[in-house]
């Protein structure tokens, strides 16, 4: 399954000449989600800061190991079972103790899909291992909320950064973008991750070179 977007969001989006020329060229995006936030919370804590290659390795053992991933498989696993299908003690720790929550009663999961964003990513940063970035790509992978939109996603910034070729993006600047892409800044964001990733080679990003950050591993959506 793809996020979904139609032609509502391309026909605001296209009001900014800019992107407008980055949709016509680019075309529609295939972005594939996890409709079930259990499995997608383990997933992306497993991905945390290594190689999309390797998430895809480890998950793949994970899949082969317990099936279905839910909070009654992971709770038959122990630390070590879950280390050795090669993700940290760290992560294997935070994994348990959301299937504990969840098991418990303690977490509150099913009813994240009927929270507004805001409320949505408190919640899912309270979990351990969860920060705001991944609670938002939570809610743009898997709940497929039209209007995510991250400050701290690096590769949407340097997006700007080349598309509207600003040396900066403070958070005021950014908020500016925000708000003309809303309602919808999860579509926007599918576009600036592909200018981020090259898919219009004419642009560099202009950002002062030691200025520049190391650009988190989803760059290339």
């Known amino acids: 399954m ?7 969001a ?3 989006l296209k009001k900014d000449k800019k992107l407008a020329e980055v949709i ?13 936030l259990f499995s997608a ?24 190991k ?19 299908l090669g993700m940290t003690f760290k992560k294997a720790q935070y994994i348990l103790d959301f299937a504990s929550r969840v098991q418990k009663g303690e977490f509150p999961l099913q009813q994240i899909a009927t929270m507004p964003d805001d409320e949505a990513v408190k919640a899912l940063s309270s979990l ?13 992978f898997c709940l497929q909320r039209q209007d995510i939109f991250s400050f701290t996603d690096l590769a949407i910034v ?29 579509v926007a964001s599918l576009y600036l991750w592909a200018v981020s990733g090259g898919a219009l080679p004419e642009l560099s990003d ?11 591993k989803n760059v290339n959506r």
Request: positive net charge; hydrophobic residues 35%; aromatic residues 10%.
């Open 2 to 8: 793809y996020f979904k977007y139609g032609q509502e």
């Open 10 to 12: 391309l026909a605001h």
């Open 24 to 36: 016509e060229r680019v075309g529609m995006i295939e972005r594939e989600v996890d409709t079930d």
């Open 41 to 64: 919370v383990v997933h992306h804590i497993i991905g945390q800061q290594i190689s999309t290659k390797a998430q895809a390795t480890v998950w793949k053992r994970v899949l082969d």
């Open 66 to 84: 317990f099936g279905q991933v839910n909070a009654k498989t992971i709770l038959q696993a122990s630390e070590p079972e879950l280390q050795s």
């Open 128 to 140: 351990k291992g969860v920060g705001v970035w991944t609670a938002e790509m939570l809610l743009l």
């Open 158 to 186: 340097r997006g700007i950064r080349m598309l509207y070729r600003h040396r900066q993006v403070d958070r005021a600047l950014f908020e500016k973008y925000r708000r003309r892409f809303s309602p919808y800044g999860s």
């Open 206 to 216: 202009p950002a002062p070179k030691k200025n520049s950050k190391k650009i988190q």
